[in-house]
């Protein structure tokens, strides 16, 4: 009622203090008891009068409501109190029952109930709600006070007045300067162009970064609206059924990321910026003033994974959409300047792949990352790089940031991050390519004319050229004038690294004088070209009312063999282009390693070495490692190669400055050819260098070859041009490869031969001799220990998730297990072979003691026959004859080997392999239907005795392709017969094959790669295989005799040195027993010095029950002073020790030659100790070596009591 009252008071006429007081009180009467909704009216129309007090609003807006509220609520109930009264009174003069008493009494009662039932907190919030809004009347009279002129404060007057007068003369100036200097009004005008163009550009940039911030926000929402039609729009998860969307990848990301703002920005403070200030003297004041990622953060729009090219990688494809809110301000305060960023947009597909797979943590030896195409990049620029969006400077700096994304991240250039230690990195980031694909630009017809007369009246011709593009491979053919239907007949290669994934685009362009016009694009996937071998056929151009592109396409593959570089060079011959370059025949992968001792610079300083690798007439350079003469680069290059026959290697290293050579090296390509799968990894001498200058290098030579059987497809024939309407130009062989205008039917002929992968047939065979153990610790003691025991040992090898484990040897501390195992291994960096020594129990069993092999070292050393310590135990060693086999395709060698292994017993009976055996399964053909008629899911079962793999099983089809390859230990190729079962998912068989490997034996090189006939099939029915035998070689099998006579003898092993009767008696005819030592040893004729470095000791024979503390002494002799002695650091409990010291001394060349060096390795024991000293010895006469070129071998150490 109070409230009701107040607000007709309001409207009827403009208020007094004393009034606006009076409506502000009504207003507290009215929190406490009417509704909230005329409180929320009076406040409505309070504010509409801007003639209220604003002293007393000011002053009530700051009042505390609770309390205020609480004193004035007494006096109300008394005030109602007294209406009541004064009603009664009069109803009793009239003699009636009071009319108002049940309504006063529940107006009381409501009074008091509301206060009790309120909850605390609503009632707090509404008085806040209150202060809010009386907080607010205040407010309109506060701001409107100011709005003439007079009332403004005059501080706030002059700096407006200041700033119209800066923005008046802003604009001004320009004109003024003109006038002023003479200039012409074109130069005020060109000068407004360019504001304009950039702030158009600028408010375009704006617009697509908030729409694609918006985008990536409601994607859900865009993906399911029905106006939603542009496929090319939509998330790759909706296009591809394929790609797979990872909404917890985004909200991992999102959760994370203020917290790689927050790394990103102590990234750039800490490191990067200094970094650049100490790059240049005008830097030294640069900082950043500001780095904020945003709020937005990256997201995955999709994920596709690919597992069915290599078994020993994964590879991933990311669809990357970043569209964020970045803010990154950098000031140089030297020169007064500000720039940065504020707001980017990236979208690009990241190809992921995780390489090589390792049986070890972390699992993955490495991680490789690149876009496979540009991906597609805005920045929004502030400060002084706003210039960059100025109209022609924003394409050019685009392009710019583009190529350094590009020469670090796009194809070819990949980006390598090793995971585990001995990883050949460049090998990883510049891996040998998919193949080569040559393209043919035949010629073009129906273009569009651009060069028209009198505004388009009358059509013109045009000046067509063409510009190739795969990954960062660009081609640009010649022009051709005044011509609709043009024909270059021209060539170009290119190297193909990822398929599928890279694609050949083709834009075609008008010449001008200015700008050059557009006539229209066309993109192929290149993995539809390898799958076809040849391509000829017409492509439609895209974005264009007309025109298509005659290309002749044409898949390389790479062969590891020279056999058909003859063939090829011959083909060559007679290609006919008009190109400069001839075709290629073969192309050279040369990875750069690093070089050793390079020669120093004047004043003995270190050079900053840096290599030039030439051949003819292109020229490659490799990074520059600063300060050091022991450069490590890890380089990669890739050259085209015309004629291996007669082209060299030229290699310079050279200085920084390009002016001082620190050596070279000439290596012709014809080396190559004789080598196994013309590969050479090697050390290499540099000429006109140091003498122990040296250079690592890996070659790879791989010919170039187009597969007999490939057909070229027929062109599509050429449609009328009413056929062809606006826009129905583009790129058939994306959606439909088989569709018009696009690709036509493959050809009908099938390939004759497989096409594995180049890493086929490239795994090696490890074969374990467990021989036997010493000193093993005793576990099964009796009386607490008082009575000693014996053990049960047995051993547990690991190697690539293989374990083998041996028979058990009842209570024996110095067991003889004579146990074969034979292992088929990948060679990956890193791996290694555990062994473990248990002592078997009936509850658990006890550990004996462990250590670990490195496949690396066994691989290098071929055959190892030595005593190994056990690790982590007291004492313990283990004897092993491990053997890395060659395999030789030599039928000979084969019944040697036979003969040999013939004579061999082992405990857990098991038959050394004579061979091994590759199968390639690539595809079937003519395979019958089912007995329902549809077409079948074949797989491929392959069996060899008792070892069977199989292959996927592919979508139903009568020619199945499965690409797969498998591998079997052949104890007698002469008895054994491989089998192969095709079947309807592993359930009706489909067909199969027998094939006795006396039938691959008789093959040349002992390789069969043919289609075979089907048992039980169809006539027709076929399968493409190629099975590769292999001769395991064994150092063991063949011995010479030492008469002279030459005849070659079968040796049977003996294992009665195993017997513990045996052991210490033919000690005294060992002469190796106490091991190797490796040094290098040369003179440096620039330094007049001899230089002795010891790299490594191996199979040191143990001193005691924790083996050896070994070290080395050096003494010159005749001389005994301290100037010709050196000793090296001592290494604890090995029996392995690389120690890696080099020793200098200071003699010329003919002293050198004139000493002996007299070396011993010793255990360091202490003065009481009863244990020995002299672990082995050596004496070498220097005149006997070569000291100018320097030499590295193992030499054999003298046991002490000989």
């Known amino acids: 009622m109070l409230c009701r009252t107040s607000l007709r008071a309001g409207k009827d006429s403009p208020l007094t203090e004393r009034e606006h007081t009076s409506l502000a009180l009504n207003l507290l009467s009215c929190s406490a008891g009417c509704r909230s909704g005329e409180a929320d009216l009076w406040c409505t129309q309070a504010a509409r009068r801007p003639h209220a007090a604003p002293a007393t609003i000011t002053h009530l807006a700051g009042f505390d409501v609770e309390e205020d509220w609480r004193r004035r609520a007494r006096p109300l109930e008394l005030t109602a109190a007294a209406e009541k009264k004064k009603r009664r009174r009069k109803k009793k003069k009239k003699k009636t029952r009071p009319p108002n008493r049940e309504f006063l ?51 706030e007057r002059a700096v407006g007045a200041l700033w119209s007068f800066a923005k008046c003369l802003g604009a001004l100036l320009p004109v003024y300067l003109a006038g002023y200097y003479g200039f012409s009004i074109t130069v005020v005008l060109l000068g407004l162009l360019v504001y304009m163009g950039w702030k158009h550009a600028r408010l375009d940039k704006v617009r697509r970064l908030n729409a694609a911030m918006y985008l990536l926000e409601n994607e859900r929402e865009f993906t399911t609206a029905k106006h939603f039609r542009a496929k090319r729009d939509l998330p790759p998860w909706v296009n591809f059924p394929d790609v797979e969307k990872v909404d917890w990848v985004n909200k991992l990301l999102q959760q994370a990321w203020p917290f790689i703002g927050q790394f990103l920005e102590k990234l750039l403070l800490e490191t990067i910026a200094p ?103 805005d920045i929004n620029w502030t400060g002084l790089t706003n210039l960059l969006d100025i109209p ?77 593009r795969v990954g960062t491979q660009i081609f640009t053919s010649h022009h051709v004038d005044s011509n609709l239907n043009p024909q270059w007949r021209e060539m170009y290669e290119v190297i193909v690294h990822e398929v599928p994934g890279q694609e050949l685009e083709v834009e075609v362009f008008d010449k001008d004088p200015d700008q050059d016009d557009f006539l229209g694009r066309l993109k192929v996937d290149l993995h539809i070209v390898k799958q076809a071998r040849v391509v000829d056929d017409w492509f439609n151009l895209k974005d264009v009312p007309s025109g298509r592109v005659h290309l002749r396409l044409e898949w390389l593959s790479l062969l590891s063999s020279a056999d058909r570089l003859t063939e090829v060079i011959q083909r060559n011959q007679n290609l006919t282009t008009k190109t400069a370059d001839p075709p290629s025949a073969a192309i050279l992968a040369i990875y750069l390693d690093q070089a050793d001792e390079l020669p120093m610079r004047k004043a003995n300083k270190d050079p900053s070495p840096m290599a030039q690798i030439s051949i003819q007439d292109t020229t490659r350079e490799s990074k520059t490692c600063y300060g050091t003469n022991n450069p490590v680069w890890e380089d990669a290059f890739t050259f085209f190669i015309q004629d ?309 099983v592919c979508e139903r089809s009568t020619s199945p392709r499965w690409d797969e390859a498998f591998h079997y230990l052949v104890r007698d190729p002469r008895d054994e017969t491989l089998t192969v079962k095709l079947s309807h998912s592993w359930g009706q068989v489909l067909g199969s094959l027998t094939l006795p490997l006396r039938e691959v034996m008789a093959e040349p090189n002992m390789v069969l790669d043919r289609w075979l006939a089907l048992d039980g099939a169809l006539p027709e029915s076929q399968i493409l295989l190629r099975v590769t035998l292999k001769i395991l070689d064994t150092q063991l099998a063949v011995c010479r005799r030492d008469d002279g006579s030459g005849e070659t003898v079968i040796p049977r092993w003996d294992p009665s040195h195993l017997d513990l009767r045996h052991r210490f008696a033919k000690a005294s005819d060992t002469s190796s027993a106490s ?25 040191l024979t143990a001193c005691s029950k924790d083996g050896a503390d070994p070290y080395v002494t050096l003494i010159l002799l005749p001389d005994k002073k301290a100037t010709t002695k050196r000793r090296t650091a001592t290494k604890k409990r090995d029996l392995n020790p690389e120690f890696n010291e080099r020793f200098d001394f200071d003699f010329s060349l003919e002293e050198a030659t004139q000493r002996r060096l007299d070396l011993s390795v010793k255990n360091s024991v202490s003065f009481m100790s009863r244990e020995r000293e002299l672990i082995g010895k050596l004496q070498l006469d220097l005149d006997q070596i070569d000291l100018k070129t320097g030499v590295t071998l193992w030499y054999d150490l003298i046991p002490e009591f000989v």
């Open 275 to 377: 970094t650049i200030r100490a790059s240049s003297i005008h830097l030294q004041t640069l900082s950043f003033t500001k780095v904020n990622l945003g709020d937005k953060a990256l997201k995955v729009s999709g994920v596709k994974a690919h597992t069915e090219h290599d078994r020993r990688q994964v590879m991933l494809d990311l669809y990357l959409s970043y569209a964020g809110d970045v803010e990154i301000n950098v000031e140089i305060k030297k020169y007064f300047c500000k720039a940065g960023v504020k707001g980017i947009q990236l979208n690009g597909k990241l190809r992921v792949i995780l390489e090589p797979l390792i049986g070890d943590v972390p699992l993955v030896g490495a991680i490789t990352m690149f876009f496979i195409r540009r991906p597609k990049l």
């Open 392 to 468: 022609g400077l924003n394409a050019i700096s685009d392009t710019m940031i583009m190529d350094a994304i590009a020469s670090q991240l796009v194809l070819p250039n990949r980006l390598t991050i090793p995971l585990v230690a001995d990883l050949q990195v460049a090998q990883l980031r510049s891996p040998l390519p998919r193949g080569v694909v040559r393209i043919h630009l035949l010629e073009a017809e129906d273009l569009t004319a651009k060069d028209t007369v009198i505004k388009g009246l009358i059509d013109g011709k045009s000046d067509p050229y063409a510009v190739l």
């Open 1075 to 1099: 091991g190797q030592v490796k040094l290098t040893i040369g003179h440096s004729t620039e330094e007049s010095r001899l230089y002795i470095t010891v790299h490594a000791c191996r199979g």
């Open 644 to 952: 291996p026959r007669k082209q060299d290697i030229d290699i310079q290293v050279k200085d920084d400055d390009r002016s001082l050579s620190l050596g070279s090296l000439t290596i012709p390509l014809a080396r190559l050819l004789g080598t196994s799968e013309l590969t050479m990894d090697q050390w290499f001498q540099l000429e006109n260098s140091g003498s122990a200058s040296r250079i690592a290098i890996k070659i790879v030579l791989r010919v170039l070859w187009l597969s007999d059987d490939a057909t070229p497809t027929t062109p599509s024939p050429r449609p009328l041009a009413s056929e062809l309407g606006p826009g129905q130009g583009g790129i058939t062989a994306e959606l439909n490869p088989m569709g018009s205008g696009g690709l036509s039917k493959p050809p009908s002929s099938r390939p004759q031969h497989t096409t594995p992968d180049p890493e086929f047939a490239s795994e090696g065979v490890l074969r374990i001799h467990l021989l036997e153990a010493q000193n093993l610790i005793a576990k099964d003691n009796f009386m607490g220990g008082m009575v000693k025991g014996k053990s049960d040992p047995y051993v547990k090898i690991r190697v690539a998730g293989i374990t083998f484990r041996s028979h058990t040897i009842k209570e024996n501390l110095n067991p003889i297990w004579n146990e074969l195992y034979e292992v088929i291994l990948t060679q990956l960096p890193g791996q290694e072979i555990q062994f473990e020594l248990f002592d078997k129990d009936i509850d658990q069993d006890d550990f004996l003691g462990r250590f670990k092999l490195s496949l690396r070292d066994i691989i290098s050393a071929q055959f190892i026959d030595t005593w190994y310590t056990l690790n982590d135990v007291k004492s313990g060693r283990v004897h092993l004859l491990l053997e890395w086999l060659p395999r030789v395709s030599d039928l000979m060698r084969m019944e040697q080997i036979l003969q040999y292994q013939s004579q061999q017993s082992f405990q857990n009976k098991v038959l050394p392999s004579a061979a091994v055996l590759f199968v390639y399964a690539e595809r079937a053909h003519g395979i019958s239907l089912k007995k329902n008629g549809k077409e079948p899911k074949v797989g491929a079962e392959v069996l060899l005795k008792n070892v069977s793999h199989k292959t996927k």
């Open 105 to 155: 009494s529940s107006l009381r009662t409501s009074l008091r109930g509301r206060e009790r039932e309120r909850e605390r907190e609503r009632e707090r919030e509404r008085e806040r709600e209150i202060k809010k809004k009386v907080t607010a009347l205040a407010m309109p009279s506060a701001v409107a006070a100011p709005s003439s002129p007079d009332e403004a404060p005059a501080g």
